[in-house]
């Protein structure tokens, strides 16, 4: 689609509307896209196709979180849609994230060569240390958990 660009722009917007006005300013050889929870609750899977048809790249950021059988068809789902990337969070469990990967979104470089391109979510950022270590049920520290 583009030439591999290294910026991702966060449509950080609660309309779809908004963000497809948003857009007609960007170059989509020069910056991918990412639709969060908010945009796609509202959206759907018609912005992201919208976006793609746009010849934008999208990271759909939802952070699938569930059993891995359902976690896989989203990611099923998401790769159905041509996303570029996806993300899982992490305290699902190593089954649910070898389901994802199964499933996700993947492209082919050097004739035939696939790569799974998504990213894992061990933690988010708005949990600071103290509540992670003392409300939340992890085997290890936060900050160990963000540095492994």
């Known amino acids: 689609m583009n030439q591999d660009p290294k910026i991702v722009i966060a449509l950080d917007y ?11 300013q960007l ?17 759907g899977p018609q912005l992201v196709e919208a ?32 996303v570029w990337m996806l993300n899982v969070h992490a305290s699902g469990g190593q089954a649910m994230m070898e389901a994802a990967r199964e499933r996700g979104p993947s492209f082919n470089v050097n004739q035939g060569s696939t790569y799974q391109v998504s990213a894992q979510v061990a933690i988010i950022s708005s949990i600071d240390a ?7 049920v992890f085997l290890a520290d936060a900050t160990s958990m963000i540095l492994s």
């Open 27 to 43: 170059d989509p050889r020069l910056c991918r896209l990412k639709v969060g929870k908010e945009l796609f609750t509202a959206g």
């Open 130 to 136: 103290p509540t992670a270590n003392d409300r939340l």
């Open 14 to 24: 609660a309309q779809p509307q908004d963000a497809l006005t948003f857009i007609q």
């Open 51 to 82: 976006l793609i048809a746009k010849d934008f790249d999208v990271f759909l950021d939802l952070k699938f979180h569930d059993i891995p059988t359902t976690v896989s068809k989203a990611c099923e789902a998401a790769s159905r849609l041509g």
